[in-house]
C-alpha cells in the first residue's frame, strides 16, 4: 500500500509574515485524521518558523535543496545536519529549476539523493523531460538516463527509500498540465525501471496541478499524488489538491 502524499513547493515566494499565515490557514483546514500525507517546503528563512508552527500538527516539511557534502568551506550551502536540526522530513533534490539555474548534473544530483538517506531524511527525486525532448521523442530516454544516475550510484534498496517526483518542464508553472494518461504512461516507465522495489515507491506528478485537474491525475493507478509549486501559494487551493488524493 503507498500512501499518496502532497507535497507543497513555495520556491523563492513569500515572506515572514504571508510564510505563517499560509501555514496557519492550512493547518487550519487540514486537522484530523487523514488518508493522505501533506508536507511543505518554504523557503530556508522560514523552516524555523515552519517548525514551531507544524510541530503538533500531521503535516509533514521539507527543504527545497541540500547540499552533498557534511560540512566545511562551501559559502551558501546547507547540509542534511542542518535540516535535520530543523525537523525537516523531506528535501527535494533535482528540481529542473535547479538542473537548469544552477546547472546541477545528474552526478551531483545523486550524491545529493544518496547523503539526504544516509542523514535520514527523505529524497523527493525529480526527473522531467524539456518541451524539446518531448517533441523529438526522447521523454523515455532522458528519465531513464536521469533515474539511473541515481540507481546506479544509490542501489535500488536505497531508491526505494525515497521518493519520486515525474515533473515535465513544459508543464511547470506553465498551467498546461501533463494529461493524466501521458503521466500514468511515464510513471508506469518509471516503476519499470525501478524494478520488483517500484511497487512500493511513491511516484509524484508536478506540473500545474490545480484543483480542477488534480483528481483526474490522482485517479491513475501509477500516481501516488503531486509536487505542487503554484496552487500550493493559496491554502484553499493546496487543500483541495490534498482532499483530491485521498
Ligand atoms: C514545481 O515547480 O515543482 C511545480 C510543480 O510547479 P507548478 O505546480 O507551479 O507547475
Known amino acids: 500500500m503507498r500512501r499518496p502524499i502532497v ?3 513555495w520556491k523563492m515566494n513569500g515572506d515572514m509574515r504571508f510564510t505563517r499565515r499560509l501555514l496557519q490557514d492550512i493547518c487550519k483546514s487540514w486537522n484530523g485524521v487523514h488518508e493522505a500525507e501533506v508536507a511543505v517546503c518554504p523557503p530556508f528563512p522560514y523552516l524555523a518558523a515552519t517548525q514551531m508552527l507544524l510541530e503538533q500538527t500531521n503535516i509533514y516539511w521539507g527543504a527545497q535543496n541540500m547540499s552533498d557534502r557534511d560540512n566545511g568551506a562551501f559559502t551558501g550551502e546547507i547540509s542534511a545536519e542542518m535540516l535535520n536540526e530543523l525537523g525537516c522530513k523531506y528535501v527535494l533534490v533535482g ?12 552526478e551531483l544530483v545523486a550524491k545529493k539523493f544518496k547523503k539526504a538517506v544516509e542523514s535520514q531524511l527523505v529524497p523527493v527525486l525529480c526527473v522531467g523531460e524539456s518541451l524539446e525532448q518531448r517533441e523529438n521523442e526522447q521523454t523515455y530516454d532522458v528519465i531513464a538516463r536521469q533515474l539511473l544516475k541515481v540507481v546506479d550510484h544509490c542501489g535500488l534498496d536505497m531508491v526505494a527509500k525515497g521518493i519520486v517526483a515525474y515533473e515535465p518542464i513544459w508543464a511547470i ?15 508506469s516507465y518509471i516503476r519499470e525501471i525501478l524494478g520488483p522495489e517500484g511497487d512500493q515507491i511513491r511516484i509524484l506528478y508536478g506540473g500545474s496541478v490545480k484543483p480542477d485537474n488534480a ?8 500516481i501516488d499524488g503531486a509536487l505542487v509549486g503554484g496552487a500550493s501559494l493559496k491554502a484553499e487551493d493546496f487543500v483541495e489538491i490534498c482532499r483530491a488524493a485521498e
Open 7 to 9: 507535497i507543497a513547493n
Open 215 to 222: 483528481e483526474a491525475l490522482f485517479s491513475q493507478k501509477d
Open 95 to 106: 528540481h529542473s529549476e535547479r538542473r537548469e539555474f544552477q546547472r546541477e548534473s545528474s
Open 173 to 187: 508553472g506553465t498551467g498546461k498540465s501533463a494529461t493524466p494518461q501521458m503521466a500514468q504512461d511515464v510513471h
